[in-house]
């Protein structure tokens, strides 16, 4: 037997969204986000090319991949909004994992470019470097960076899609702080090979943001177990019904950042007709989704375990 505790029309009455669809205030704070930091793009690519900062470009490389993060995480929560169909059963909740994903990814490659660019630079002279312009493009910066991150923080909850934006946020302000520290270095000391050297410390940033996101991610997509639940846990709440006399084939995933699933076999000899076998499903269902947030549950309740079946019922009898 199967559950969903929640459905589509229950979500939209609640406002709430279904799984993988983002809450009104995500994404409100989503648009919010993708207009600040579109217009801040603009102006730090005007300014690293007339002030000569690697550092800015370099952030600004970073920021092209903050918009289409922005714009990406905005496209998964309309893509998760459409129906199931019968080549989707489950709908499309998982479009925000991929957008994680492709986020994460632009991540790695934009890292690449920079590295390439900031080596190349301190091999031959980091050139000249506006201190005075790197400095108010890069105050801006960090004021529509820090901007940005707070809304989707307020917003994100534990939704991966809203996590992968807010880390590209995240690592763009530390960006902008790195780019500060060069503005003040080439002001004070006149030291322009800062600008390509802070350049590199944010690829470091970019890249340990980057890994930590595409861990999640994949964990979700090859179906790993939640983090923050222990089979162990899962099989002892099932064991707390009375009824319940074994467990086995435990199976639990994450089918979005909003929704988990869960498959069981339910030994419960004592279990006498169909009646009894739902009312006891469905007190399992709800102690999965109290206690774990697990709103997709497929029981199989069985009266013997299905080694015991295949000992009591010859081969030659299973075709009957």
Known sequence: MSAHRHDADES?????????TGTPTQRKALRVALGLNGAY??????????????????????MVTDVGALALSLLAFRLAERPASESHTFGLQRAELLAALANAISLALISVLITIEAVRRLSAGAGEVEGLGL?????????????????LARAREDNLNMQGAFVHLVADALGSVAALVAAAAILA???AWVDPA????????????????????????LEGTPRDVELRDVARALH??????????????????????LSVHVVAPTVDGLHDAQLLGDRLKERLEDRFSIDHATIELECHDCRERTRLVPPENLSR
């Open 12 to 20: 939209a009455a609640s406002g709430r969204g279904g799984p993988g």
């Open 41 to 62: 793009l603009i102006a730090e690519v005007i300014g690293g090319l007339a002030f000569g900062s690697l550092a800015l470009l370099a952030d600004a490389g970073h």
């Open 135 to 151: 400095l108010v493009v890069a105050a801006v910066g960090l004021i529509v960076n820090v901007v940005s991150a707070v809304l």
């Open 189 to 191: 000391f006149d030291a």
């Open 198 to 221: 802070v350049s590199l410390l944010i690829v470091v940033l970019i890249l340990y943001s980057g890994w930590k996101l595409i861990r999640e991610v994949t964990h979700v997509l």
């Open 240 to 261: 707390d019904e009375e009824a319940v006399e074994r467990v086995h084939h435990l199976h639990v995933w994450q089918l979005s950042s909003g929704s988990r699933a």
